[in-house]
């Protein structure tokens, strides 16, 4: 009896630590699930070194873009392009960077860029 009480016992803290943890776990997938990746196209609006952003304009809309020190950056289309460097973009070059969304900026890992769409 002694010991199918303690059996009893131990397996009831065992769920109750199994489904604890469990939900931590999941939080933890789901938050790496939200991760967005998107694109945005359009043309070089405003270039912000200070901030590290861009803002891309589409029509009337515009879009914030961030870029960090790992961003690719690239000169031509995507059928004729070569490696360039953030100081060769200017502002009115058309522009389309991928990356992930925070929010509603766009935290660039690639952007090709040239001077006409």
Not at 37 to 55: F, R
Not at 65 to 88: E, H, L, M, R
Not at 95 to 113: H, V
């Amino acid at each position: 009896m002694k010991r199918s009480f303690w059996s009893t016992l131990a397996l009831c803290l065992g769920l109750v630590v199994g489904l604890t943890l469990v939900p931590g776990v999941s939080a933890k997938t789901a938050k790496a699930a939200k991760v967005k990746k998107g694109k945005i196209t359009g043309t070089v609006h405003m270039i912000n070194k200070d901030t590290s952003t861009l803002t891309v304009s589409k029509g009337s809309v515009q879009r914030p873009v961030g870029y960090t020190a790992d961003t690719k950056w690239i000169y031509g289309t995507q059928g004729s392009n070569k490696p360039a460097t953030f100081d060769q973009l200017k502002e009115g070059w058309y522009i389309n960077c991928d990356g992930t969304f925070e929010g509603t900026k766009l935290m660039a890992s690639a952007c090709r860029f040239r001077e006409a769409k």
